[in-house]
């Protein structure tokens, strides 16, 4: 079986930062979106479903706790923080959260992409093992004899 796109979105309200992350992500291969508030996002995510979610934790309105909170409750997402928030107490809060790995910015774009392969990697081992399928471009997903729409 050939190696699956990742796709990912971005949620940070850091327009620079946003779209060096977005152009140097497309440029590895991946399929990427982003968004600069946690309102826009759940709209896109909607839309255009993901594997992997980078999020910042300060955002305007909506902070990024909540954001990998409820992303831990409804769905099997990768979840990254990329924050510039390294206090030992919010790197704990974001992974107890379910964030899967908490970065502190200035990031290394390399690590991050390394991250984010490794992620993806899990996530599609896990989701064949649990006999969970998705199809590309599909938003519907059989998870054990259950057809579930978004």
């Known amino acids: 079986m050939g190696k699956k796109q ?10 620079d930062l946003r779209e060096e992350l977005d152009f140097f ?3 590895q291969g991946h399929f990427v979106w982003g968004v600069d508030s946690a309102e826009a996002f759940w709209k896109q995510l909607h839309l255009v479903p993901v594997d992997v ?8 309105g909506e902070d990024g706790f909540s954001v990998v909170s409820f992303l831990h409750q409804i769905r099997r997402h990768g979840v990254i ?15 107890s959260l379910g964030a899967d ?6 990031i ?7 991250a984010i392969v490794s992620l993806g990697q899990r996530i599609q081992h896990e989701a064949r093992s649990t006999g969970t399928t998705v199809e590309e471009g599909s938003e519907w ?9 978004p």
Do not use: C, W
């Open 6 to 15: 990742i796709r990912i979105a971005i949620l940070e309200d850091n327009d």
């Open 25 to 27: 992500l497309t440029n």
């Open 53 to 60: 979610v980078l999020v910042d934790i300060g955002l305007p």
């Open 81 to 95: 923080v990329i924050s510039a928030r390294g206090s030992q107490q919010d790197h704990m809060r974001g992974l």
């Open 101 to 106: 790995l908490y970065m502190v910015k200035p």
């Open 108 to 114: 290394n774009f390399a690590d991050l992409n390394h």
């Open 141 to 149: 997903l059989l998870d054990d004899r259950q057809l579930v729409s």
